[in-house]
């Protein structure tokens, strides 16, 4: 099992800002498919960001121009900057690391972000 070790988050109000931090390890990095998402109670596990081995980078269109993730490869890790955060963005957000070539993928044990109104 990859231990995937994230870092970050919190409670803050709204209209502030927040980063997340996930390390994977070195091995299979380079090949390495690496994403953030999050569950609110009561809903499923949604995906908010996520990068390429290549560096292309998709968001969910309810963070698009609020968040940004990046990747550090020297340190083989991610990271996600979220600003003017919103009540709504409140959730455990998990750290995903996807190895398409080996068909396997893995999950950090998850940061709670809190957004007060």
């Known amino acids: 099992q990859v231990q995937l070790v994230e870092s970050g988050g919190g409670l803050v109000e709204a209209g502030g800002s927040l980063s997340l931090s996930c390390q994977a390890p070195?091995?299979?990095?380079?090949?390495?498919?690496m994403g953030w998402y999050r569950q609110a109670p009561g809903n499923q596990r949604e995906l908010v960001a996520q990068?390429?081995?290549?560096?292309?980078?998709s968001y969910t269109d309810s963070v698009k121009g609020r968040f940004t993730m990046s990747r550090d490869d020297d340190k083989n890790t991610v990271s996600l900057q979220m600003n003017s955060l919103k009540p709504e963005d409140t959730a455990v957000y998990y750290c995903?690391?996807?190895?398409?070539?080996?068909?396997?993928?893995?999950w950090g044990q998850g940061t709670q972000v809190t957004v007060s109104s």
């Open positions: 995903n690391q996807q190895i398409p070539l080996l068909h396997r993928q893995s």
């Open positions: 070195r091995s299979m990095w380079s090949i390495s498919t």
């Open positions: 990068i390429t081995h290549g560096g292309s980078i």
